[in-house]
């Protein structure tokens, strides 16, 4: 008995020890940064150390509704970094914050298959891991979803053979840390009802009572909960409408629905997917010829995880392609559960009257052809891994003199209108001394004001230089000055523009006395909007 329980943890602690080193590897071996949106989020953090984590006013974003509710719909994930928040070096932060997410959810994913009794528990996370070469990246980032959805993956092992408890906590802890992710737990828990009312014949409410329970406590153990469900609405709810609207918001691209990126770029998306996408393809027609054959007995609580797993699965990638792509975080992870599931079955041979399902010399095909096809997976993500961090990925330090000039030589609270609003997460890791107009998805500074919006939206996209206009169109608002609405819209004392990104405004800027140009690094332009006292007027506009 002792040496069986010796064993049962010698296994988590290995695994643990591999999953740091392999987390380790992966993101301090390379030079740039995967994620913009790490900067806030550890300068999120470094507020809570200097002011106290209940700290709830955000101040920084003056023409955004995080301003006006005085919330974080991220809070559990930043109180998590504010111990990286505090290392000398932002490059330190930023990596070692994401090998600790990396390591947990190879861990939780490692005990959800160990909660299953997947065969090889050890291999799986590693296959999520190597899925695609998208995915690597995607799961490289210091970014709330890659630990949720290693708690996604535990909460249905749980939902399926776990405790009351368990799916309580489970569910306490995601909406704590990611509040965004809260209708992950209606969907695993909906999904597990469903398939063991029909699989097992059982009921599972003690444990989506608990579930409801645990994921409002998640969201209530924060400074500002009321505030946060005002967030949360408008991220979800107004960000919905906006898009039926078709309004043309500028959010990141994992927002989008991933049917519009297979349109714009087909050849990158099936060359990124078409393994892992015929491996579970292959898995699931192996499923349901099983369970078609009369001969082949299932138990219950295996026929309960595949379906569950299969079912969430093809549910994440419809969602994926039709809603937002960021789904196929969850689409990966579900299905790796569903390939594991269908593996351990053959392994174990299954169960007919006349003894295994498939046989021996079968099985040993099956497997030696998911084992190649997973060889290459590993080698296709990783081979791809290091140019897509070239192309795409941050060097940590490119804004930091730039905002640090900002910091040093402008009055506190003065604001910067940052005509894109992804640079904000740089400008406020390096310069928290500054107001800036927006940050984060564009929808918080739609809901705070459209007209606002508008005439920011037409500088971004580089529409506009000399006038733009409170309307999506020219037709419906009439044009004002670039000048006036930065002095007297948005009260702005200093512009910052990326020239290869609006090429037409930094002309413009350039062109006209009122802007004096301050400081240029990394690609970026500060430039001070003058008082009209300061200046010569200006002849004409361009």
Known sequence: MRLRGQRSTLGPITFLIVAAGAAAYLHLGLPRIPDRDAFYHLAHARVYVEEGPFASEFPWLVYSVIDRYSADLWYGFHVLLMPFSSLAAAHLQIKLAGVLLLALLLVLLY???RRSRISYPFLWPFMLLFAAPVVLYRLLMTRPHVFSVGIAALLLACMLSGSVWEVGLLCLVL???HVNFFWVVPVVVGAVIVVKFFTEQVWEWPKAGAALAGAALGMLLRPNPIGAAKLLYVQIISLAAAKQDQVPLLFGSDLLPGADLIRVKPGAVVSDFWPFVILWLAAAFVFLVALFDPDCRLARRSRSLLWASLVLSAFSLWSALSLAWRSVDLFVVFAVTF????FTFLLRGGRTEDGAWMSRRARTILAASGTILFAFM????LSQHAGQMKAAGSLPYRYREAAEWLRDYSQPGEIVFNNNWDLFPELF???EHNRYIGGMDPIFQYA???ELYW?????YIDAAAGYTWAGPTRALAPPEETYTVLRED?????LVVVEKRTPRLYSYVMSDPRFRPAIESGGLTIFEILDPSEGPPRAGVQ
């Open 111 to 113: 005990l959800a298959m």
């Open 175 to 177: 909406t704590f840390v």
């Open 339 to 342: 390939v594991a599931a269908v």
């Open 378 to 381: 590993a080698w296709h993500a």
């Open 429 to 431: 890791y390096w310069n």
């Open 448 to 450: 705070y004001n459209k």
């Open 455 to 459: 005439k920011a939206h037409h500088l």
């Open 490 to 494: 948005f009260n702005a004392a200093y």
